[in-house]
Nanobody, 123 residues
């Protein structure tokens, strides 16, 4: 079982990036897939998640209206479209998967973690 996160990079404030999380070794059907992030010197925080069974999405207040999570079950991949990026979005972003009934903002409830991809928002 592996999660491979990609798509991070350096972007100017107001710019956009799309992160991808590709799963291998299992299918994403019936799982909750999410993203956490950890900024330098700060604790890790929950960003967003999606239910692969019904497509319900949830967002932290800090990203609501700017980020969009979506899933492609056929390709076993989840995406995080990040628009209107701000310097405070700078962090390592981790995709996570959990066999949960509902989306959760608690790290310990997720079963698998990707390796993280760095997003830097700076001029």
């Amino acid at each position: 079982v592996q999660l491979q996160a990609s798509g991070g990079g350096l972007v100017q404030p107001g710019g956009y990036l799309r992160l991808s999380c590709a799963a291998s070794g299992f299918t994403l059907d019936y799982w909750i897939i999410g993203w956490f992030r950890q900024a330098p010197g700060k604790e890790r925080e929950w960003v967003s998640c999606i239910s692969s069974s019904d497509g319900t999405t949830y967002y932290a207040d800090s990203v609501k209206g700017r980020f969009t999570i979506s899933g492609d079950n056929a390709n076993n991949t989840v995406y995080l479209q990040m628009n209107s990026l701000k310097p405070e979005d700078t962090a390592v972003y981790y995709c996570v998967v959990g066999l949960l009934s509902f989306c959760s903002g608690y790290e310990y409830e997720y079963d698998y973690w990707g390796q993280g991809t760095l997003v830097t928002v700076s001029s």
